[in-house]
């Protein structure tokens, strides 16, 4: 069984999925894919773990970097999985471009070249926003294209994470706009 709860964060509400023990799911309301590893059936119920996720949420929205992360279960394609690994990686207000990410799978599989394309589609299809932090991916040029949640959400966590924003742009058209 696939259990739900609700958060309200200060960029709107959230909806959590967890298969009991580990967290399966983390969407903004409305976003792209939202709920998109969510069965037909589920049970909206409190429990452990999403009073974990809500510490951990509650202390990231007070601006501060969690510490932890709950249990994750990522149900997704071993390719996603690998990228979404990478992005756990991506420390507090810091960011990573999809070609480091390209590179940096490229090397895990011994080829030469990944492309950033695919990347950005395994980043755009992130189950567990915000403790996966797709947030922090950005185009190689500083675009800040590509957010599920939106432009404005992107920019709403990078600020409050005190990224340095000065060289990233919002693109005029783009993936997620």
Known sequence: M???????????????SSNGTALTGLWFDGQKY???????????KSMPIFEQTVRWLDI????????????LSMETTPFRKAVWEIMLSI?????????????????????????????GGAV?????SLI???HRVVGTNGSLTGYAGGIDKKVKLLTMEKADMTSFFIPKQGTAL
Do not use: W
């Open 2 to 16: 696939i259990y739900t709860y609700h958060y309200h964060s200060p960029l709107g509400g959230i909806t959590l």
């Open 34 to 44: 939202f709920g998109d590893t969510l069965p037909k059936e589920y049970e909206e």
């Open 60 to 71: 990231y929205f007070s601006g501060k970097a969690p510490g932890f992360t709950p249990p």
């Open 91 to 119: 420390p507090f207000g810091q960011t990573m471009t999809y070609g480091e990410i390209a590179d940096k799978i490229a090397k895990q599989k011994g080829l030469t070249k990944m492309s950033a394309q695919a990347v």
């Open 124 to 128: 755009g299809h992130n189950s567990i």
């Open 132 to 134: 996966i932090p797709c």
